[in-house]
DNA sequence: ATAACTGCAAACGTTTTGCCAGCAT
DNA sequence: ATGCTGGCAAAACGTTTGCAGTTAT
């Protein structure tokens, strides 16, 4: 007997996706917005065509579209907030696999808010970067992982 | 009769910190971390010392910490995850006054990955850049804010 | 036929809050 | 004396999950 691991969410599934009227309103209200809405957000606008939706619903096909690439999660799923004893800008880069969070011993791009502000129309204040891949240890594991 | 609208946290004192055993046990075990702790872990280590910490005091503590600058938070303050419908790389600017979230239109900077792989010996897949600053709307707001 | 999917409600883990006593200034 | 702070417990919040019935393939 194989003991296997499934990675990802409980909700994705190993098969095919279906094309639900759900999943496709989901899609095409994200695809029309200019903005980057919450789960909430998006559920009130898609429960105006579908009124029975459930936010549950919402999130499970955020999460599997996610997964496939179809959309963007943009404030990384989950993730508890961390705290540093640092507090001059230094960036991080985050272990997909177990989650590890190091520090990355970079100089401060420090040109980059002034791109940002000359194209944005913000006053930039500051900037941070998270980096994501696979630490040394979990490398040195793949086998595990199909 | 003049309304103040008061920035920040509820539990942020409008007045001058006072320096607690607690505060300052809580400040010396982030400091000697090299990692990043999330509050329940740091409330265990601070545990060791301070036995009848709770876990809300931590908490209290970090935010105010992280309001003055002595320490930083990493994942932004209880912000939903947000969702985008593009799934290319670019980048996202959120005004700290009102917490709108644009795009940036900047080209990726490709070159960053690598630097990253070489000081810090993993795997780089992405990165994600996040400008924080003060949105134009909000500038010409500012008189409300002291 | 079958596996993916939905709505609903309950559960979950993290974070915030109200209360009141206690302590630093 | 003042008002910041702590511990505690409850509430709030965003998100996930179990279930049982439904739907797409």
Do not use: W
Not at 100 to 107: A, I, K, N, Y
């Amino acid at each position: 007997m194989k003991i296997v691991t499934i990675i990802g969410s409980h909700n994705v599934p190993l098969g095919q996706l279906r094309n639900t009227k759900q999943r496709k309103v989901i899609l095409e209200e994200l695809a029309k917005l200019e903005s980057h809405p919450t789960a909430s957000e998006l559920y009130e606008i898609v429960r105006k065509r579908l009124p029975r939706i459930s936010l549950g619903t919402v999130y499970r096909n955020l999460e599997i579209l996610s997964q496939f690439r179809k959309i963007n999660t943009l404030h990384p799923a989950g993730f508890e907030k961390r705290f540093d004893g640092r507090t001059d800008l230094h960036y991080h880069v985050r272990c997909v696999r177990c989650g590890r969070l190091d520090d990355v011993p970079l100089e401060p791009f420090d040109t980059i808010d002034e791109a940002a502000r000359n194209v944005t129309g913000y006053e930039i204040l500051s900037h941070s970067i998270e980096f994501v891949g696979v630490c040394a240890r979990c490398r040195s594991h793949k086998e595990k992982e199909p």
